[in-house]
């Protein structure tokens, strides 16, 4: 499914180049569950958003559902991330001024799908993430949890075939992370293919897949 | 992303952000408001000299000895000379034209009037009992010389000099002195109050032949003509000239003033004016449009992380741009609204301090202040719109 070939990013900062990535060569099979791991700065967040087409690589070829994605318009772009793609953020990310129901609603705004249908497909997200009582809520009067919840089902309302995790746990206390996992996983047995950034080996430890990443490159790569 | 949803979106993030909203829609309110309630104050203003004119007569054309340098100058306008002099027997041939339905010889002086051991210099008019009509005076009690007995010595006096000199009331009948010769009062004018400045209520009137030979002249000061109607005014012009001329061997030695381009001449002024005023109104709102450029760019780098964030779930850059294009919409739409209900409110204001002010807002000015808003507010949202949707996604999430 996610094909990526001699995959390098540069940044430059100031007249110094910072290489990201440097010749990343990656394959990601169909309901994979993948966990990437390494010290920070290593490029496991870059990678994550060239996978998740927020970013373009200096070089090489993306190659995603069988389709290069490499060279794709930018709205192209935006409409595959739609589709294919949901981003979850160690930070969620939510939108402060909406309820946690608008801010799961939003994909689907975005996808241009009637009301009625929204509606219906919200009070779904609700329920199955536990969330119902919490709908009218705004995120700043959602415990951390809660706000991870919310952004899950706002990644997932358009069920994306891949679903990509920077550090989901990152704010959350251990108890609450180990729940988040839960429903990460969860999503995962249901199809979803699973890509982890994580500094936690323990989570690491429970992927299917373990890629290690030193200096832009994946220095291990172990089912 | 739909239309309706856009729509939807952008208004609820205008609501949730009041305060800045609110700058924004005061701003422009302001604006649009300036602009209908100066253009209501110069229309006003406008109206009110047409109608100050209109009250002196309706299709009054003026006659006035010499010729003046200027065409549609004023009453009594500097005259290049007086070659000859108006009679009364040129008014009566103005009279017989067919276009003329009134018309009303004039003379005027200052002259000592006294009466019942009161003493006071007057503004005389002589004239005759047309005069009355033409010029829309009326009187409140008595009547006026009764035609055809113009020769007696008879006299109408202003409200206010019949109060004063008569405070307890009966003037009508009463014995007065006008310079050297007496004259019994005939009628009291009713209140009219100053127009045109000749305040009608401290004046009196007098036969015309008892005028001129008061102020010992064979000439008249004016003649005052009113047309059968509007459409006579410029016939009656050039009948009245055409006549005088033959009257005076040929010399076309007099000038002949319509109201009408009297007022078009009031009216144009007063038109460039209340466009002018409504120019710089107009300003103001091209102030209003920087400050919501600015507080539109404020609110872009504020929103950066949901920017990204809408980016990161697959909005393209189009829908994001229109998302905050939409937002100045209605904060234009609020602001324009807010201010033409405001610039209704202040005529009306107005209209109630100053009654005899038709400060009215002409439909052109409002329309052109909402206009004006709603363009300078689209024209400022399009460069913080365009920054927001080219905002790089990860560094958007970044809050870079
Ligand atoms: N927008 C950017 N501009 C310049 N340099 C960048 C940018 N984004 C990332 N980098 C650099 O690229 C390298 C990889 O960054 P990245 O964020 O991918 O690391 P990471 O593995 O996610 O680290 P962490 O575990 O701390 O999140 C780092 O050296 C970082 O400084
Ligand atoms: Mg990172």
Redesign the pocket.
């Known amino acids: 499914m996610i094909h990526l070939t001699a995959i390098t990013r540069v940044?430059r900062?100031g007249d110094q180049d910072?290489r990201?990535l440097s010749g990343i060569n990656l394959e990601i099979a169909s309901g994979e569950y993948v966990s990437i791991m390494?010290p920070?700065?290593?490029?496991?967040?870059?990678?994550l958003n060239v996978l998740g087409l927020l970013d373009r690589p200096n070089s090489g070829r993306y190659e995603l559902d069988g389709r290069d994605v490499t060279d794709l318009s930018e709205t192209e772009q935006a409409c595959v991330r739609r589709e294919k793609i949901g981003f979850v953020f160690q930070s969620f990310h939510l939108v402060p001024r909406l309820t946690a129901a608008e801010n799961i609603e939003l994909p689907l705004i975005l996808a241009g799908i009637a009301p009625t249908e929204r509606k219906a497909r919200v009070d779904e997200a609700l329920l199955g993430f536990d969330l119902r009582d919490r709908a009218q809520h705004r995120p700043a009067e959602l415990s951390g949890g809660q706000r991870q919840r919310v952004a899950i089902a706002r990644a997932t309302i358009l069920r994306p075939t891949a679903l990509l995790a920077d550090e989901p746990t990152g704010n959350l206390d251990h108890h609450i992370g180990a729940e988040v996992m839960a429903l990460l996983e969860g999503l995962h047995h249901a199809g979803t293919t699973l890509i982890l950034?994580t500094?936690d080996r323990e989570l690491g430890a429970r992927a299917h897949r373990h890629i290690a990443?030193r200096d832009?490159e994946i220095v291990a790569d172990e089912k | 992303m739909k239309l309706r949803d856009t729509l939807h979106l952008s208004l609820s993030s205008v609501v949730s952000y009041r305060t800045r909203s609110l700058l924004i829609v005061l701003a422009m309110a302001l604006g649009v408001a300036a602009v209908v309630v100066l253009t209501a104050l110069g229309d006003g203003a406008r109206r009110y000299v047409v109608g100050k004119f209109s009250s002196i007569g309706t299709n009054l054309i003026i006659v006035l000895p010499g010729r003046a340098e200027t065409a549609g100058g004023f009453p009594g306008a500097v005259l290049a000379q007086t070659p000859r002099d108006l009679t009364l027997e040129d008014a009566r041939f103005v009279g017989q034209l067919s276009q003329v339905k009134r018309y009303a010889p004039l003379n005027v002086g200052v002259v000592e009037l006294a009466a019942a051991s009161r003493l006071r210099e007057v503004t005389v008019l002589g004239s005759t009992a047309d005069l009355l009509p033409i010029r829309h005076m009326n009187l409140a009690q008595g009547s006026f010389l009764a035609q055809g007995a113009e020769y007696s010595a008879q006299i109408i006096l202003g409200a206010t000099l019949a109060q004063e000199f008569f405070p307890h009331g009966n003037v009508v009948g009463q014995r007065v002195r006008l310079g050297d010769r007496r004259f019994l009062v005939s009628g009291v004018l009713a209140v009219q109050g100053e127009s045109m400045g000749f305040n009608s209520d401290e004046l009196v009137i007098i036969p015309i032949d008892h005028a001129q030979a008061l102020f010992n002249t064979a000439s008249l000061f004016r003649i005052l003509v009113e047309a059968r109607s509007r459409s006579d005014i410029v016939s009656a012009k050039e009948a009245i000239r055409d006549t005088l001329k033959r009257r005076h061997d040929g010399e076309d030695d007099v000038t002949v003033i319509t109201q009408d381009a009297v007022l078009a001449t009031f009216d144009r002024i007063l038109r460039a004016l209340t466009l002018g005023v409504a120019g710089i109104a107009a300003i103001s709102l091209a102030v209003a449009g920087i400050l919501v450029m600015n507080v539109m760019l404020v609110a872009v780098s504020q929103r950066t992380s949901e920017i990204g964030l809408l980016k990161a779930i697959g909005a393209p850059s189009a829908d994001i741009r229109l998302l905050f294009f939409a937002e100045a919409l209605w904060l234009s739409l609020a602001g324009a609204v807010l201010g033409f209900v405001l610039g209704q409110f202040g005529s009306l204001l107005i209209r109630l301090v100053y009654p005899q002010l038709p400060a009215w807002p002409p439909v052109w000015a409002s329309i052109a202040g909402v206009t004006i808003a709603f363009v300078t507010g689209i024209l400022a949202s399009l460069l913080p719109a365009a920054r927001a949707a080219q905002l790089d996604p990860?560094?958007a999430l970044?809050g870079r």
């Open positions: 940044f900062m910072v990201a390494g920070s700065g290593s490029g496991k967040t870059t990678l950034v500094h990443m832009g | 990860v560094k970044a």
